[in-house]
């Protein structure tokens, strides 16, 4: 959510030009997002306190700034010339700040016995400062990063505990889902149950906040995903027509669209403020739907497959864009980067792909691990790439010239979760060898 990705600020009582709007319009501070890079105008109009997110998605540092700061001027309303001067040095910083990584290395920080049987995943809040693991056990725990300390057990499930995520950008809430058919909402900060949310059939395997935290996503191998109420821990609304379980969801930057991936081949968009109502069926894969999300201006969904694909969808048109067939095994996950510049693939083949969205290309070939690997994600600053794979090792690449900058060695077991922080400068790593290890640069 762009208003909690503030970096600093600058305050303003200036009065915008009349063109923004016909009532008085006051620009009070200027906010800063660091990743992916943006500025936020907040504003009082009416009496009430508003924002506008801008979007500089293409901000690289080499980005002509004065350049930019004509279009900027030319393109927001709010702005005016006596702002150039507060806006450049913004940029500048949003500038450095792309390019600032701590170290290129990272060190074991800590080795958490976290379970008494296999974890199934973990995450990180957005600060970076909590982490949550899942387990076959059938808790939930979290962690206090900083010093690796237990904080709470969540108990209350009746089998595995399968998925679970924070209502990031918050990070006060946690969702669970579970084997036994609930999930159960819980407080970060006392480990306290709000609600258990019965409705599905069979086993939930993914759960997601939007990303207001007003709404929880489950989807289910009923076939069914559901939206739930975050204040009141009711079901809303149930979302059908996918003939197999779905398996991966995600919501838009915005928040008001689903993407949902199934076993029957498609994803669909599902129109979250409308409710049930089925937006786009994108139809195009051969087999089981292993992933699917968007990109951060939420005009792109990149899917993959069983079918050794990864397919590019236009949001507004549910049309196919692009189809990658460069790998020779399963695509067993997918992402972009915070931009939306580029995906990754990370696939059976022993391999993960990195594609430049623009020109279509396969960038770079990641080839070392000797397993599968069934996670990939990029750092927020998109210099960097983290793979997990079946070999028991996690290893670290760099985006620009496609090799391995590090691999992290210790686990005993399948490595199934692997996670960047906010500020890219710890990772934590979960394995079938029972143990979640923390790493710092």
């Not at 006596?82 to 800590?110: D, P, W, Y």
Request: charged share 25%; hydrophobic share 30%.
């Amino acid at each position: 959510m762009a208003q909690r990705d503030y970096g600093d600020e600058t305050r303003f009582e200036q009065r915008s030009k009349p063109a923004a709007a016909a009532s008085r319009v006051k620009l009070r501070k200027f906010l800063l997002r660091y990743y992916p890079p943006g500025i936020i105008m907040e504003y009082e109009h009416g009496g009430e306190l508003m924002q506008r997110s801008v979007d500089l998605l293409d901000l690289t540092p080499s980005t002509d700034v004065k350049k930019l700061l004509d279009q900027l001027e030319t393109n927001e309303a709010m702005l005016h010339r006596k702002h150039r001067t507060t806006l450049r040095g913004l940029l500048v910083k949003l500038q450095a700040k792309q390019t600032n990584e701590t170290s290129t290395n990272f060190s074991l920080f800590k080795t958490l016995r976290a379970h008494i049987l296999p974890l199934t995943n973990c995450a990180f809040n957005k600060s970076g400062d909590k982490f949550i693991t899942g387990s076959y056990d059938r808790t939930c725990k979290v962690w206090n990063t900083n010093s690796g300390e237990e904080m709470h057990t969540l108990e209350g499930h009746k089998n595995v505990v399968y998925a679970i995520a924070f209502n990031n950008p918050y990070g006060d809430k946690v969702v669970t889902g579970s084997f036994d058919k609930t999930c159960k909402l819980w407080d970060v900060s006392t480990g306290e149950l709000f609600y258990t949310l019965r409705g599905h059939a069979t086993e939930i395997v993914c759960v997601s906040f939007d990303p207001q935290s007003t709404t929880i996503a489950t989807g289910s191998m009923d076939n069914s995903a559901k939206l739930w109420d975050v204040e009141r821990g009711v079901e809303t609304v149930t979302l059908e027509g996918h003939t197999a379980e779905i398996v991966s969801l995600s919501f838009n930057t915005t928040g008001d669209v689903l993407v949902t991936g199934s076993f029957d081949h498609d994803c669909r968009l599902w129109d979250a403020r409308v409710g049930s109502k089925c937006v786009r069926v994108l139809s195009g894969h051969n087999a089981e739907v292993s992933g699917a999300s968007f990109d951060y201006a939420s005009g792109t969904v990149v899917s993959g497959s069983i079918d050794k694909t990864v397919r590019l969808w236009d949001v507004g048109s549910g049309r196919e864009t692009k189809v990658h067939k460069e790998h020779t095994d399963e695509v067993l996950d997918v992402c972009f980067d915070a931009t939306g510049r580029r995906v990754a693939s990370a696939s059976a083949d022993c391999t993960v792909r990195v594609y430049d969205v623009l020109t279509g290309k396969c960038e770079h070939t990641l080839t070392g691990h000797e397993g599968e690997i069934s996670k990939v994600s990029f750092n927020q600053q998109g210099t960097k790439v983290i793979t997990a794979s079946s070999d028991g090792k996690c290893k670290l690449w760099d985006t620009s010239s496609g090799e391995c900058a590090q691999t992290l060695d210790g686990h005993t077991d399948e490595i199934f979760s692997c996670a960047f922080n906010y500020q890219g400068d710890k990772v934590i790593t979960g394995s079938k060898d029972n143990t979640c290890r923390i790493w710092t640069a």
